[in-house]
């Protein structure tokens, strides 16, 4: 399947597509994204839908954001994911460009990804302790 970003054209294999368990808030509709990895975007990843109104977001390791960035996962998540204690996962964090050209992270919600199984999820109850607009930068 090709897959049209704002980077280019990108050949997606079915293994290259992380299914989301639900939604992206605002975007439910859409469960299959396509990770892009680009040295034009370094360190950022563009995750673009391939279903329905196909959003796009950037995205950034949070502990290239925030050194020390705790990552936690229930049970409940883990299972979700198909993932163990010892699972490598990957972690990502939503970045919002601003008009002014600076941008945001969003610590609070982030996205992980169990690429063994390809299967993503949005952790929405992160506590107050994480912005859902850290200073990119």
């Known amino acids: ?8 054209a990108f050949v997606a294999e079915p ?3 992380v299914n989301m368990v639900e939604g992206v808030p ?8 396509f990770l892009v990895t680009s040295p034009a975007i370094e360190p950022l990843t ?4 391939i279903d329905g109104p196909r959003p796009a977001f950037l ?3 949070p502990a290239l954001v925030m050194p020390g960035y705790e990552r936690r996962l229930d049970d409940l998540q883990k299972r979700r994911l198909h993932a163990s204690d010892g699972s490598p996962l990957l972690w990502l964090a939503i ?3 601003l008009e002014d050209g600076s941008a945001t992270a969003n610590l609070r919600a982030p996205l992980v990804i169990n690429p063994r199984r ?4 949005q952790l929405l109850a992160g506590g107050d302790e994480n912005s859902t607009a850290h200073p990119v930068g």
Not at 1 to 8: A, I, N, R
Not at 46 to 49: A, D, F, Y
């Open 95 to 97: 970045v919002r460009v």
């Open 26 to 33: 605002g975007f439910e509709a859409c469960r299959r994204f």
């Open 15 to 17: 293994g290259d597509i």
């Open 59 to 61: 995205a950034v390791d």
């Open 46 to 49: 563009c995750l673009q839908g």
């Open 118 to 121: 390809m299967l993503g999820l």
């Open 1 to 8: 399947q090709v897959v049209d970003t704002q980077f280019g």
